[in-house]
């Protein structure tokens, strides 16, 4: 069973920095999409950044246009975790942060939420002005 934790969420201020972790465990596969994706009480949750895995490798990356620019998905190796670095943190930006998984899959990563499985349990991200 695929179980993901997130970490390294907590409160900013505007224009400062944030890293997040994603930590997978249960990965049976050499290819898969990790997504990061975010939601604020009351809205949907909103893709932010997916990376596509593949035999260690990191072969695509794609980002919402409200974060390109300022956030960088990241992966090392198999062993490390997906990380979601974010620079230049807007007010705009607060919300829960999650990062999910879909084991097996192929081709360019999707930031719509249902094109993943398996899901962690969030991490607060909150930016004050």
């Known amino acids: 069973q695929v179980q993901l934790v997130e970490s390294g969420g907590g409160l900013v201020q505007s224009g400062g920095s944030l890293r997040l972790s994603c930590a997978a465990s249960?990965?049976?596969?050499?290819?898969?999409?990790i997504g990061w994706f975010r939601q604020d009480p009351g809205m949907e949750r909103e893709g932010v950044s997916c990376?596509?895995?593949?035999?260690?490798?990191?072969?695509?990356?794609d980002y919402a246009d409200s974060v390109k620019g300022r956030f960088t998905i990241s992966k090392d190796n198999v062993k490390n975790p997906v990380y979601l670095q974010m620079n230049s943190l807007k007010p705009e930006d607060t919300a829960v942060y999650y990062c999910?998984?879909?084991?097996?899959?192929?081709?360019?990563?999707?930031?719509?939420?249902?094109?993943?499985?398996?899901w962690g349990q969030g991490t607060q991200v909150t930016v004050s002005s």
């Open positions: 999910a998984t879909d084991v097996g899959r192929h081709g360019s990563c999707r930031l719509g939420p249902a094109a993943y499985a398996s």
């Open positions: 249960g990965v049976t596969m050499d290819y898969y999409f």
């Open positions: 990376i596509s895995y593949r035999y260690g490798t990191t072969y695509y990356t």
